[in-house]
């Protein structure tokens, strides 16, 4: 029963690559609303910088930044990193107002402090380090 309700709210929560390196993925994949939901609520009550990546796996800019990301995650560890699929959470992307893939959203305290559509790693990048700077500024 145990495993049957973990499947139905998700499975583990992380996403891992095969074929990169042995380390576990620290990107948490979402495949349930219900878990995201508590995830994004608990959110709220740190000052973690988060980002979010909305993307498909149809998508063949969000299967290129895909490696980005998980660099992006093995970087930048003061940084959390979730990935929704937005065939699966349909409502989650409509909530936040996705349009087109990938978009990045970043968050803090539940709140949207930027966002990135499109492939753009660099411009990820920079707005990473910017807001993850201003938390360890105002820490």
């Known amino acids: 029963m145990g495993s049957t309700l973990s499947n139905l709210l998700g499975g583990s929560g992380t996403t891992g690559d095969a074929s990169s390196s042995s380390e576990p993925s620290r990107v948490i994949a979402f495949h349930s609303s ?3 939901k508590l995830h994004y609520n608990a959110s709220k009550e740190s000052d973690q910088l988060m980002v979010i990546d909305f993307a498909a796996s149809w998508c063949g ?3 290129m930044m895909e490696p980005v990301v998980q660099a992006m995650a093995s970087k930048f560890t003061d940084v959390e990193f ?3 699929d937005v065939d699966e959470l349909q409502d989650v992307a409509q909530e936040f107002g996705v349009q087109a893939m990938p978009t990045f959203v970043m968050m803090r ?3 949207e402090i930027d966002r990135v559509v499109g492939a753009k790693k660099d411009e990820l ?3 990473i380090q910017k ?3 201003q938390l ?3 820490g």
């Open 34 to 36: 219900a878990r995201w």
């Open 61 to 63: 800019p969000c299967k």
């Open 82 to 84: 979730v990935k929704i």
């Open 109 to 111: 305290q539940g709140k």
């Open 125 to 127: 990048e920079k707005k």
């Open 131 to 133: 807001h993850r700077v």
């Open 136 to 138: 360890h500024a105002s």
